[in-house]
């Protein structure tokens, strides 16, 4: 699970985050949403132990950040709109690279069985430079689950996607988050957000400004909401 | 944090000044003319405390860049900074007025001397350290690359210094090192006024530096105060 | 421990993989190379004499400026496709990083002097086939490599980064230039081994503590 207590980020003197809250239970899918600029990025990265906080408490799977950012990075998963896959190396060389930096024990096995799972077992030797953006992006999501982390993030992940593949992957984040996992998703896109987490959140100004479980929450209102607040 | 000078750096302004009227009196009509190398050898009253404080300036860099990285806060970066400019300009000042002693004494201006290579090198570290931290937006990355290459930069001169002085000494030197410089004779009138310029250039190291680190500070009081402005 | 090694070498393996495949980096370093070979020779109007004294330092010359064009890549390849996020998120110590990165350089800086040397001892009618000299390429490369591989990581962050490497690193590599430079004049000439020494001693020295104070400040350079 994400514990953010409290978090607060400045990039020198300019604030970004202004003291934010927000957990994801175990096996919580949540969403947040938010207009450009809101900070969303900086507030994943953070969570990724990319990029420190200045103020404020977080900690996934009860290891504190940045204190213990080995530990957090052993369990985290992440899928970005950058595929952070190499394009002069096969699929099966990508993979094999990720699992070795996370120490993957059967690695090889492991390779199969992901593969399989993200539907991409016959391209196995290509080059991802070869690769359609959707099918690099599964391989992406592939690579982030490679080392079976408890604990997922997206960013973005149906940037520069077409309907199909989008969709595509839609059923594999589902299938991802399904085997019991917290995943934190930025996005845009209110319907997908909507249909995939089971909360759905907006941050505006550095704060959570909104969050609601998506149960008996409709398009229509959310979208209202989401308007007012990204003003 | 006062806009106004504090009353110890407005002392140090009227000192350093006062200082400079003195040293100026001391250096060319209380110390004796030089026997072998004549009135060029004034140069050196200015030309070794400033060489000498250079040094001391981008040692200070050095510490802040360490300090920098340990603790994060930014007031070291901005000590690190202000000693680079300072340093820089104590540099440049021992370099052209070595130059210009030189020309008389050694009839060149420039000779691949260990010291005047080093010492040009070690102002094009310096430029360079400045251009990075230009290159840069976020302010917290500036500081740490800032302090990185104040690091790096610092610990290559006497590595630097010692290759070429043992490249000078295996190799026969264009011009052979004069060696009038090594044994001047100070009579006590000299080193009374180089005593005195010493000091005097240490009280203006310490004065620049603490007026350039409050024009570090109050850009950035500067910034923050638009950064509430605009998010007010 | 062992997954230390095992993630440098992963980095070092995944890269020169992926230039195997692309040959992008080495063959430019090496038309490089071979261009700025040419162009002293013109530049210079040598004749043999002239050659055997100008030798190892246009050989010196030729390798730091193919390395710089291959440093300039290591960093800036990763960031400029997001992939640098993916090394930072890893559960390796950062410096893993810059060994695996360090590696991959020096191999693709040797590869070309490999190719330059030959080349050079045709066009410039001077031997350079000496164990010892080989030892020396050694230490050079590496001690360029070490610092340039800490200064490439800063140099792609900055705006003008292609610009910014060279200038980083040039001066604070002078004893490395002025080491390689002297010991590879003094093998070539068969001079004094005491003399050679010295500047294989300087080299050491330098190698030994700029890769320990690289290994020092790694950490602030990509840490956010």
């Known amino acids: ?231 | 944090m006062s806009s106004s000078t504090p009353k110890p750096l407005q002392i140090l302004n009227i000192v350093s000044i006062l200082m400079f009227i003195i040293s100026l009196g001391l250096v060319f009509f209380y110390a004796p003319r030089e026997a072998v190398m004549g009135e060029a050898q004034r140069i050196f009253y200015y030309h070794v405390p400033s060489a000498w404080l250079s040094f001391v300036a981008f040692g200070v860099t050095l510490i802040a860049g360490i300090a920098y990285l340990r603790t994060s806060d930014h007031r070291w970066d901005r000590l690190g900074i202000a000693s680079v400019e300072v340093g820089i300009v104590f540099a440049v000042m021992a370099l052209l007025s070595g130059m210009l002693w030189a020309r008389p004494i050694w009839n060149t201006w420039w000779t691949w001397d260990p010291r005047l290579t080093t010492y040009t090198i070690l102002l094009l570290i310096y430029f360079a350290y400045l251009m990075l931290r230009q290159g840069i937006e976020d302010p917290d990355k500036r500081a740490r690359f800032g302090s990185v290459y104040g690091i790096v930069g610092f610990i290559s001169v006497p590595i630097t210094y010692f290759s070429i002085y043992l490249w000078r000494t295996i190799h026969p030197a264009v011009f052979g090192r004069n060696e009038s410089e090594t044994k001047m004779s100070m009579e006590p009138q000299m080193l009374q006024t180089f005593i005195f310029c010493n000091i005097f250039f240490m009280v203006v190291f310490v004065t620049l530096l603490w007026h350039r680190f409050r024009l570090e500070s109050n850009t950035a009081r500067v910034e923050e105060l638009r950064m509430k402005a605009s998010n007010a | ?224």
């Open chain 3, 1 to 224: 421990m062992k997954s230390y090694l095992q993630a440098i070498l992963a980095i070092a393996h995944k890269d020169l993989a992926a230039e195997i495949r692309s040959r992008e980096l080495v063959s430019a370093m090496l038309v490089f190379s071979l261009l700025v070979v040419l162009i002293f020779n013109f530049a210079l109007d040598l004749d043999k004499s002239a050659r055997e004294n100008v030798a190892a330092g246009v050989l010196w010359v030729t390798f730091t400026f193919a390395g710089t064009l291959g440093l300039n890549r290591t960093f800036a390849a990763e960031k400029d496709r997001g992939s640098l996020d993916g090394l930072l998120l890893a559960p390796v110590d950062r410096t893993a990083i810059y060994f695996g990165k360090l590696i991959s350089t020096l191999v693709f800086m040797l590869l070309v002097e490999a190719v330059v040397l030959p080349v050079f001892t045709v066009l410039y009618g001077i031997s350079l086939f000496n164990i010892l000299l080989f030892g020396v390429i050694l230490l050079g490369t590496f001690g360029y490599g070490g610092v340039g591989t800490l200064l490439a990581c800063m140099a792609a962050q900055t705006r003008t980064r292609d610009v910014m490497l060279p200038i980083l690193l040039f001066p604070v590599t002078v004893p490395v230039m002025l080491g390689a430079v002297r010991a590879s004049t003094g093998i070539l000439a068969n001079a004094e081994w005491g003399e050679i020494l010295t500047w294989i001693n300087i080299l050491v020295v330098y190698d030994v503590i700029f890769v320990a104070v690289a290994v020092m400040v790694f950490d602030y350079l990509i840490e956010e």
């Open chain 1, 1 to 231: 699970m994400i514990e953010i207590h409290n978090l607060t980020k400045n990039f020198g003197m300019k604030p970004v985050l202004r003291g934010v809250n927000l957990t994801v239970e175990r096996g919580e899918f949540v969403a947040l949403m938010g207009p450009n600029g809101a900070g969303k990025t900086t507030l994943l990265r953070i969570v990724a132990s990319l990029t420190r906080p200045t103020l404020g408490r977080v900690r996934v799977n009860s290891f504190d950040l940045p204190a213990h950012a080995d530990s957090v990075r052993r369990v985290l998963g992440v899928v970005s709109h950058h595929t952070l896959l190499y394009g002069d190396l096969t699929a099966e060389e990508n993979l094999r690279f990720y699992g070795q930096l996370y120490s993957v024990e059967n690695l090889s096995k492991r390779i199969d069985d992901v593969l399989n799972q993200v539907g991409l077992s016959k391209r196995r030797h290509d080059l991802v430079r070869s690769f359609s953006r959707g099918m690099a992006q599964r391989l992406s999501i592939g690579r982030a689950v490679l080392h079976s982390p408890d604990v997922m993030l997206f960013d973005e992940p149906h940037t520069g996607l077409d309907q199909e593949a989008s969709a595509m992957l839609d059923k594999l984040l589902k299938s991802v988050a399904a085997q019991g996992r917290s995943v934190l998703m930025i996005s845009h896109d209110l319907p997908r957000s909507l249909q995939l987490a089971d909360r759905v959140t907006i941050l505006s100004h550095g704060k959570i400004a909104y969050d609601s479980p998506t149960k008996n929450l409709s398009l229509a209102d959310f979208a209202k909401t989401y308007n007012e607040l990204a003003q």
